[in-house]
């Protein structure tokens, strides 16, 4: 099958959506460029970041979907993607935090995001012959490596396993199909969704304020004096 999504870390995460979004090979979201393309790969270049040698300017699959501007890490979103999607969005902020190693803040901001997103892409009717290919979701083991793991890969690795152990007791036969379909309703550009609604327009200025409080693993919770929403979701 095609373009199956990988979940476990970045570079897995950012290849998936990149096989997802660029079906044809990658495009400059600036000016259309499809040949003079380069993936940069320096060592404080963020992953998944590219140039075009036409126009000059930076960019990234995340451009134009409601993941542009954010800090947090893709494979961050799609794991709380599909644990929202495959608990029919009923963890809690506290819990998606929890599993996935961020403030209960951004885990909420996440949510927020997503569900809007998801709200948007409902009035959005698709452009005629669209079409969708065959995925699925890969859960890659997590490898016993006897190589001691770099400080990323550490956080990454046990995030991994606190998802695969969440996705055990809320997922079902159906998860991964609804994941994936939100994951394309999700990817459709941003702009053409704010012209059938307007719900993505609104939050979006608190965004980078909400992330900066990512990573935080419970020394330095919730700072902040605006808090999220009480939930009476599942704990
Ligand atoms: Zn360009």
Known sequence: MANAVRLHDEKAAVCSLEKLVWREGPVCPHCGETCRLGRLSGQSTPIGAWKCYACRKPFTV???TIFQNSHVPMHVWLQGLYLLVAS??????????QVLGVS????WHLKTKIAAGLAAAEDYEEPQGAVRLLERV???PIADDPAPLQPGQAVCKSRYERF?????????????ALFLDALHQLLLPSSELERSSGILASGRGIEQQ???????????QMGGSRSPPREDGET
């Not at 029919?88 to 935090?97: A, E, F, I, P, T």
């Not at 209960?104 to 885990?107: E, F, I």
């Not at 055990?168 to 991964?176: I, M, R, T």
């Open 62 to 64: 995340r451009h134009g």
């Open 88 to 97: 029919k969005h009923r963890v809690s902020s506290q819990k998606l935090g």
């Open 104 to 107: 209960v803040r951004t885990a």
């Open 138 to 140: 890969v859960r890659e």
């Open 164 to 176: 695969l152990k969440a996705i055990e007791n809320l997922a079902d036969a159906s998860s991964d």
């Open 210 to 220: 909400l992330e900066l409080s990512l990573f935080d693993d419970g020394k330095r």
